[in-house]
Each structure stands twice: as structure tokens, then as C-alpha cells.
């Protein structure tokens, strides 16, 4: 065999072996939900169930408030998207398509506000939520996202930059005001942008433990993450419930992640931010 | 319509478009910085008002970072844990990068597959962790058994790898015995690792922005495989290598949910896994020590403010930007 097939074999073999390195703790996720407790202990390693044992997820929807916690889920989620969209995209645009004086060092404070580790804020922050009555309210994680957030403005901000001027101008002809440029001219041409924000902040609240931790103490108020980490405390025992929980709540943002895969990629790739 | 009123009304709009920013701004970031920097130098509990007490919260930090308590060790662990990490990342990201830029039949499925754990909520990731490195049943000593390293204890061990007890371990050292290196500091950057999908992402869009012709005129000067990695393709790469290590040390100073998940919120074994941002929410919500917690938050933010400048300082030695050449 000459040189160059060799090479070639060796890339294949390299690869083949990462992504099965990489992709074995999810199988193993997924293979140790179905599995009894006694097979679990007998057999953890095999990727294949003996038996599949489907009873593990009713059982762990039943041993917490699942539903409870999914409901709050998916209310922080719908809150939060819908207050940094609005926030962001509004900064967004009297950041690049109104000219005004401050418009530069305000946008370099957006920048600056990234760079701030968010230990510094958290306490007062803390206090000030809670001084408005909002401690042990989801409100407490949806308003501040009504304030924007430097990432998604950044993002919008360089969106709304690429719309070419003539159509704000065509606009300005028809008598629109920049309330009206902004809500008929750009918000239309912006979709792709905006459902970038909207599905990098879905995912954001989705996983977010800091925020619960912090501000929620009542059970009926706790979101998945939150509530799969105080399952982790009380059946911590109970390894085949704790996979079958973390693999229900992992389910979404697979699917999320196969069906906006370019979004996905696109925007770490342009931004360098996480999901 | 005269051009002065035009103008004013740009501004107005201007402050308008901007002003839930500008709130947000001022109560989520101003204020809360200033009244962080004004409650270091008190004593706060939450439930009595501010107490001025001067640079003693400072001087505790100080003789706790001497004592490696309390902060110090959390300082300790932060640096292991970032010091490793960050440019464990950063190599092993480039790596897989280059391998999944190169042609290959399915290079989509090797691509998604090593992306696949960067989409798994923190907190679930850290539930399959807990189970995967057990040091009975993992799956994690299981496979490092196949090639005959001994079984490790990782969660269940303060001492890390890279440390000074490690010499003592290692001095004793009788043959035969299982040697246990690798402790709960290590299991997270494994754990972290695993991760790097996000930047892989990075590197290979940057990789695919390469021109062609670079390569092309590497090879006609008989260049081989691993010098067009060092001569092209790495300083090509050098302004995303920066930008990964900013924002991978920004990332690994934050890291806080998987900490607290991995040990129920107690840093334990023996404190190795409190990190500065667990040290901090402890000190602040479990010991109500607020303006204690405040002058740590201080000094961490001046911390990797300056870290970050040294980067920037070195940059201009090894990043290269397309523009100036």
C-alpha cells in the first residue's frame, strides 16, 4: 500500500475513534435510562439494554413534580425570549440605524459590559430584585432580560448594519417615522437574526442553575435544572431515575440542536458565544 | 423642516430606541458595581444595614490566600483548574479542528458527533459525570483499565495530579500498588474537555477562511503535512487562538454550575472543588457575608482584568492579523 492510502486510513481511523470517544457518554446516558436498577449494577458498560426498561420515566416523571417544574421551564423560557428579542433588537437599532451623538461610547459600554464577570453584580443585583418584591418570583430571571443583553445587541446590532440604507430611505419617503422604519422595514428583513437571539436565549434560560439557585426557594416555583439538581440530593442512590431525569431533560435541546444545526453553528461561529 | 430640529429629534430617537438598554445599564450594572465596591469595605448581612469596617474584609482575603483557606484554597483551585484547562482546550480544539477539516466521507457525522456534548445542559452533563467517573462502576476507569492504568478516585479525592502532595505519593511509591493520581479537580477538566465542541466550531470556520493558495504555495516549497500546520495554518489561526483563551479563561474563572452540581453544593471533598465562584455564593448566601464576598469579587474582577491585558500585551508577538500583513 502506497504512502498516501495509509495517511488517509490513519485520518479515518483518528476520526472515527474521537467522535465515538466524544459520543459515548451521551449513548452511555441514554443506554443507563433504560436500564433496571439491578441490570445497572450487574451490566453498567453494555451500550445495548438487556431488556428496555421504558418503566424508568414514568418512574422519575412520578418521583418529582416534573411537570410542575417543566410548566416553569418553559414559562422562563417564553418570558426571557420574548425580553431580550424586544430589548436587544430595539439597542440594536438606535445603536446602528439612527445617527445621534452618544451612539459610539455607548455602544463601546454594551461591549464593556461583557467583560464584567457576573460576581461583581450578583449581590446587589440580589438585593435590588429583592427589595422590588421579586425574591422568590420567576420575575425575578424574566425582567432583567427587558434590559437587553450585550451579546444579542452585539449581534443584532452588526444584522442591522448589512440592510442596505435605500430601503430606510424609501421608507423615510413614505413619511415613516424610525418607530415605523424599525417595525416595518427592519424587523422583517431581520428574521434569521432575531431567531438566532430567540434560540440561543431559549437554550440560555433552558440550562440556567444560577438563576434559580439564587432567586427561587419554593419547590412549585424550581425549573427543570434546578429541580433535576435537588433530585441529584434526595436519590442520589437511584442512578437509573437520575439518567432516565437527565436524558428527558436533555431530549430538547438535542432535537432543538438537529433542527437549527446551521443556526446553531453560525452563531457560535460569528459571535464565539455558547448556547 | 430646518436641519436643527431633524437632528434633534435623530437624538431623541436615538436615547428612546436605546433606553431599556441604558435602564438595564444603569440598575443591573452601575449601581451594582458601585455599591459592590462601597460593601467591600463593610460588613453586610442583608438583614442590618451596611457597616463600615475598612480594609478588614481585605486584610481576612489576604491572610487566607498566605493560609491557603477559605479563599486562598479556592484561589488554588482556580488557577489548577483554569492553568490546565484553558490551554488543554485550546490544543486539543485546533487538533480536532484540523482532523475534521480534513476530507473525509462523513466528515459531517464526526463534526456533529463532537459537537453533540457542547448542546447537554450543564446540569445534566454533571448528573452523567457523577455516575460515569464512580470509582467502582464508571465507565471512565472501566475503559482506562483496558489500557492498564489502575483505577482512579477522582470525585472522591482532594489531591489532584498536578500537585505537591503528588511528589510525596509518588516518593512512597511502592511497586504494585494502584497509583491514584488524578482527583476531583482533574475529573472537571475531563469533564470540561469533553466540552470543546464550541470552539471546535470555531477553529474550523476559521480553518475553511484560509485561502487556498497559501497551501498551494506551501506545498510547491515542498512544505510537509506538519510544517503547513506550523507555517499556515497556526498563525492563520493565531487571532482565533486569541480570542479562545480571552474567552476560555473569562469562561473557566465563571464556572460555577457544574462545581456545585458534582458536589451538592459544598465544594467537597476536602474543599478541592471550591471554586472562586462557589467560595463566593457560599460566603455570600450560605454564611451571609456579603461585603466579605463583595472584596472577593473585587479582587477577582481586577484579577482577570489584568490577566486579560497580559494576554493582550503578548498578542502583539504571536497573533498575526491578515490586515497588517
Excluded at chain 1, 126 to 138: A, C, I, K
Excluded at chain 1, 174 to 186: A, M, T, Y
Excluded at chain 2, 67 to 79: D, K, P, S, V
Amino acid at each position: 500500500m502506497n504512502q498516501r492510502g495509509l495517511k488517509t486510513i490513519c485520518l479515518y481511523l483518528t476520526a472515527w475513534f474521537m467522535a465515538a470517544l466524544f459520543s459515548l457518554p451521551l449513548l452511555m446516558m441514554i443506554s443507563g435510562s433504560l436500564k433496571s436498577a439491578e441490570q445497572l449494577t450487574r451490566d453498567p458498560y453494555s451500550l445495548l439494554p438487556a431488556e428496555w426498561n421504558w418503566s424508568n420515566f414514568p418512574e422519575a416523571l412520578s418521583s418529582m413534580p416534573f411537570f410542575v417544574y417543566l410548566s416553569n421551564t418553559l414559562l422562563l423560557c417564553f418570558g426571557c425570549v420574548i425580553g431580550t428579542t424586544l430589548s436587544c433588537a430595539l439597542a440594536a437599532y438606535g445603536l446602528s440605524r439612527v445617527s445621534w451623538p452618544g451612539r459610539n461610547w455607548m455602544f463601546g459600554l454594551v461591549i464593556a459590559t461583557m467583560l464584567l464577570p457576573w460576581h461583581i453584580t450578583m449581590i446587589p443585583r440580589f438585593v435590588l430584585l429583592s427589595e422590588l418584591g421579586l425574591y422568590n418570583s420567576l420575575w425575578a430571571i424574566v425582567l432583567p432580560t427587558f434590559l437587553g443583553e450585550a451579546f444579542f445587541i452585539f449581534l443584532l446590532r452588526q444584522f442591522f448594519m448589512t440592510i442596505p440604507e435605500q430601503l430606510l430611505d424609501a421608507g423615510r419617503i413614505d413619511g415613516l417615522s424610525h418607530w415605523g422604519l424599525f417595525w416595518k422595514i427592519v424587523i422583517p428583513l431581520s428574521k434569521p437574526a432575531l431567531a438566532t437571539v430567540a434560540l440561543f436565549q431559549f437554550v440560555t434560560t433552558w440550562n440556567d442553575f444560577g438563576g434559580p439557585l439564587l432567586y427561587l426557594n419554593d419547590p412549585k416555583k424550581f425549573p427543570l435544572a434546578y429541580g433535576l439538581e435537588r433530585f441529584v440530593s434526595s436519590y442520589g442512590d437511584q442512578t437509573h431515575l437520575l439518567l432516565a431525569a437527565a436524558t428527558l431533560f436533555t431530549i430538547p435541546m438535542i432535537i432543538i440542536f438537529f433542527l437549527a444545526q446551521k443556526t446553531f453553528i453560525q452563531g457560535i461561529s460569528t459571535t464565539g458565544i455558547k448556547g | 423642516m430646518p436641519k436643527n430640529s431633524n437632528h434633534h429629534s435623530e437624538a431623541r430617537a436615538g436615547w428612546l430606541f436605546s433606553m431599556p438598554w441604558i435602564l438595564g445599564f444603569l440598575a443591573l450594572f452601575v449601581w451594582p458595581f458601585t455599591a459592590s465596591v462601597w460593601w467591600s469595605f463593610c460588613q453586610y448581612d442583608l438583614i442590618n444595614s451596611p457597616e463600615w469596617v475598612g480594609w478588614e474584609n481585605y486584610s481576612r482575603l489576604t491572610r487566607e490566600a498566605r493560609e491557603q483557606q477559605g479563599f486562598g484554597q479556592a484561589l488554588t483551585n482556580t488557577l489548577y483548574y483554569s492553568l490546565l484547562s484553558v490551554p488543554l482546550s485550546v490544543v486539543m480544539g485546533i487538533l480536532l479542528a484540523v482532523l475534521l477539516s480534513a476530507r473525509l466521507r462523513g466528515q459531517a457525522i464526526y463534526r456533529t458527533l463532537i459537537f453533540l456534548p457542547s448542546v447537554i445542559p450543564v446540569v445534566a452533563a454533571s448528573v452523567l459525570w457523577l455516575w460515569l467517573l464512580d470509582p467502582q462502576s464508571g465507565l471512565v476507569n472501566y475503559l482506562l483499565s483496558w489500557i492498564g492504568i489502575p483505577p482512579q478516585n477522582w470525585l472522591n479525592q482532594a489531591r489532584s495530579a498536578f500537585s505537591l502532595e503528588t511528589i510525596g505519593v509518588l516518593q512512597n511509591y511502592t511497586t504494585g500498588e494502584p497509583l491514584k493520581l488524578l482527583g476531583s479537580k482533574d475529573a472537571l477538566i475531563l469533564m470540561t474537555l469533553w466540552g470543546v465542541g464550541n470552539f471546535v466550531v470555531i477553529y474550523l470556520a476559521a480553518i475553511s477562511d484560509i485561502p487556498k493558495s497559501l497551501y498551494e504555495a506551501a506545498e510547491i516549497d515542498g512544505a510537509s503535512p506538519g510544517r503547513k500546520l506550523l507555517h499556515v495554518t497556526l498563525p492563520m489561526l493565531s487571532p482565533v487562538i486569541f480570542f479562545n483563551l480571552v474567552m476560555g479563561l473569562i469562561r473557566s474563572v465563571q464556572t460555577f454550575t457544574s462545581v456545585y452540581v458534582l458536589s451538592e453544593g459544598t465544594g467537597a471533598p476536602g474543599g478541592s472543588l471550591r471554586l472562586i465562584s462557589l467560595e463566593l455564593f457560599l460566603s455570600a448566601f450560605s454564611d451571609l457575608e456579603m461585603g466579605y464576598a463583595s472584596a472577593m469579587a473585587l479582587l477577582l474582577f481586577i484579577g482577570l482584568t489584568l490577566a486579560t491585558t497580559i494576554l493582550f500585551r503578548t498578542s502583539r508577538y504571536w497573533v498575526h492579523y491578515r490586515m497588517a500583513a
